[in-house]
């Protein structure tokens, strides 16, 4: 079976410890992670190394669902996450594999993401836009600095 790998690299200007959380944290995961015209639904997440996690991605304009889940298999606070996972549906088979670095640098935050094992029937270059349209939220969740009301 032939798989695809994607690699997207970004720099944000935000702080590694808020774009950690932001992968860490359910709430913030169902706010950034899915590509524009999806709702995310967070059904699982244990965040931590053996932890489980399951979601689903909802396409707001037919209500269809694409559940997957998968296992956090290596994470290094503020550092380093590595997971897999798998499509609930049979015509999207195989395990993929996501590893994110996440370094400090002189602007901000130095994020880059490798996904690998993509199924065949995805084309990488439609995966690739969607990370892109996840990364766009991404940024505009993590860079705000909103400070707490008086």
Not at 37 to 63: A, I, P, W, Y
Not at 71 to 96: A, C, H, V, W
Request: aromatic share 10%.
């Amino acid at each position: 079976m032939k798989t695809n790998t994607v690699k997207l690299h970004r720099v944000l200007q935000t702080s590694p410890k808020k774009v950690f959380r932001a992968f860490s944290d359910p709430l913030a995961m169902a706010s950034w992670n899915p590509p524009y015209g999806f709702l995310c639904q967070v059904h699982e997440m244990d965040f931590r190394e053996g932890g489980q996690f399951k979601m689903s991605f909802v396409n707001f304009t037919t209500g269809t669902a694409q559940s997957f889940g998968g296992t956090f298999q290596e994470i290094r606070t503020d550092e380093f996450i590595r997971y897999s996972d798998k499509f609930d549906d049979p015509n999207l088979p195989g395990e993929m594999t996501t590893t994110i670095s996440i370094h400090a640098v002189s602007a901000g935050t130095d994020l880059k993401i490798e996904q690998s094992g993509i199924p065949e029937v995805i084309p990488p270059e439609m995966c690739y836009i969607g990370w892109q349209e996840c990364l766009d939220k991404l940024k505009r969740l993590v860079e705000p600095e909103i400070p707490d009301a008086p």
